[in-house]
């Protein structure tokens, strides 16, 4: 059975940090390139970052997180994380994680349930 499970997300005040942990499985890892998405209540889904391991840990930010976000992978846990400082209240949101079969492609294969992320003032 694939899964992607997210964990990690909480209520913290703006300025804080938080590390969100996409734990996945029933598929090979190594294959897909993963990113982390979020979305607020009535607004778009939008895409945050990306990694993809065949390309050499090459990662992809949107300009709104630069600086602040970091994404990462343990392959030996099968695991992508995502650390966030510097919290906003606009980066309230639930944040998934997605299997994808590049970074620079919209086409996904498994998606997580998602993990809630609040920022308060």
């Known amino acids: 059975e694939v899964q992607l499970v997210e964990s990690g997300g909480g209520l913290v005040q703006a300025g804080g940090s938080l590390r969100l942990s996409c734990a996945a499985s029933g598929f090979t890892f190594d294959d897909y390139a993963l990113g982390w998405f979020r979305q607020a209540p009535g607004k778009e889904r939008e895409g945050i970052s990306c990694?993809?391991?065949?390309?050499?840990?090459?990662?992809y930010y949107a300009d709104f997180v630069k600086g602040r976000f970091t994404i990462s992978s343990d392959n030996a846990k099968n695991t992508v994380y995502l650390q966030m400082s510097s919290l906003k209240p606009e980066d309230t949101a639930v944040y998934y994680c997605a299997a994808q079969f590049s970074c620079v492609e919209t086409l996904y294969a498994y998606w997580g349930q998602g993990t809630q992320v609040t920022v308060s003032l």
């Open positions: 990694i993809s391991s065949s390309a050499g840990s090459t990662t």
